[in-house]
């Protein structure tokens, strides 16, 4: 777990919403605490280090733990989020929730049950993870480039060189469609080929075969714009039938 803790704050400083369980580190709180009704609030949480005094006689707070900022974020100098343990003996539900607060001391903070809190922190946990596995993979070598054509897509030994396809995804964005990708065989003296994918399957097209396919796609496109307008007519009698068919 990357979260970093901090040693105990000396002094947290009060937060808006939750009752500050001491206003100043003076000696005066060390009297407060020497009062005789301080007597009866022992023993303490193992985790409280801050006992109420006689504002708050009934408060608890654990010490901060903070989530440092990583190195070089500018304009940034406090952590990330920070955390306490804060438990009240006077709420209704006297157990202790986690006051998280993602900011500074001046930023809202949210209250986490304990489950909500463990919950989160698989969260955190898994967020750490990722980031680990992150700076691992920029280890990672770089697959070398084919020696023998700079649009080859294969890596390590081989024999036929493939690039990657050139294609269209199909309206529905499930597939490609109009596909094209360059191939050439080591074992036929590496002659560059294309295929192209037409309605299923591979058709070999040279140079001249490609602007001649590219053309006839040219022109049916015209045609589907054309296609377009008639239905674009079509919709808009659509649209006329349902409004005579509301008012009547
Ligand atoms: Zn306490
Ligand atoms: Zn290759």
Same mark, same amino acid.
């Given at each position: 777990?990357?979260?970093?803790? #901090?040693?105990?704050?000396?002094?947290?400083?009060p937060?808006?919403?939750?009752?500050?369980?001491?206003?100043a580190?003076?000696?005066?709180?060390?009297?407060?605490?020497?009062?005789?009704?301080?007597?009866?609030?022992t023993?303490?949480?193992?985790?409280?280090?801050?006992?109420g005094?006689?504002?708050?006689?009934?408060?608890?707070?654990?010490?901060?733990?903070?989530?440092?900022?990583?190195?070089?974020?500018?304009?940034i100098?406090?952590?990330?989020?920070?955390? +306490?343990?804060? /438990? !009240?003996?006077?709420?209704?539900?006297?157990?202790?929730? +986690?006051?998280?607060?993602?900011?500074?001391?001046?930023? =809202?903070?949210t209250?986490?049950? =304990?489950?909500?809190?463990?919950?989160?922190?698989?969260?955190?946990?898994?967020?750490?993870?990722?980031?680990?596995?992150?700076?691992?993979?920029?280890?990672? =070598?770089? =697959?070398?480039?084919?020696?023998? *054509?700079?649009w080859?897509?294969?890596?390590?030994?081989?024999? +036929?060189? #493939?690039?990657?396809?050139?294609?269209?995804?199909?309206?529905?964005?499930? /597939?490609?469609?109009? /596909?094209?990708?360059?191939?050439?065989?080591?074992?036929?003296g !590496?002659? +560059?080929?294309?295929?192209?994918?037409?309605? /299923?399957g591979?058709?070999?097209?040279?140079?001249?075969?490609?602007?001649?396919?590219?053309?006839r796609?040219?022109?049916?496109?015209?045609?589907?714009?054309?296609?377009?307008? *008639?239905?674009?007519?079509?919709?808009?009698?659509?649209?006329?039938?349902?409004?005579?068919?509301?008012?009547?």
């Amino acid at each position: 777990m990357s979260i970093e803790t #901090t040693a105990p704050a000396p002094v947290p400083t009060p937060q808006a919403g939750r009752p500050a369980t001491t206003a100043a580190t003076t000696a005066t709180d060390a009297a407060a605490r020497s009062t005789a009704s301080a007597l009866f609030r022992t023993p303490c949480y193992s985790w409280c280090i801050e006992p109420g005094d006689d504002d708050e006689p009934t408060a608890h707070e654990s010490a901060r733990v903070d989530l440092a900022p990583p190195p070089g974020m500018e304009g940034i100098t406090g952590p990330l989020m920070h955390a +306490v343990l804060y /438990g !009240n003996d006077n709420c209704t539900n006297p157990t202790p929730n +986690v006051h998280l607060t993602v900011g500074t001391e001046d930023d =809202p903070y949210t209250i986490l049950t =304990p489950q909500q809190a463990d919950e989160y922190a698989d969260r955190l946990d898994a967020f750490a993870a990722q980031v680990r596995h992150l700076a691992r993979q920029a280890h990672e =070598p770089r =697959p070398e480039f084919c020696p023998e *054509f700079p649009w080859c897509k294969e890596t390590g030994e081989h024999n +036929v060189h #493939t690039s990657r396809e050139l294609a269209l995804p199909d309206p529905d964005g499930t /597939g490609n469609y109009l /596909g094209a990708s360059l191939m050439a065989e080591e074992t036929e003296g !590496n002659q +560059v080929s294309l295929g192209f994918e037409a309605g /299923g399957g591979w058709t070999g097209l040279d140079s001249a075969g490609l602007r001649a396919e590219a053309k006839r796609i040219r022109d049916h496109c015209g045609e589907l714009e054309k296609l377009a307008e *008639f239905l674009s007519c079509e919709e808009a009698n659509n649209r006329l039938h349902d409004t005579e068919a509301a008012t009547r």
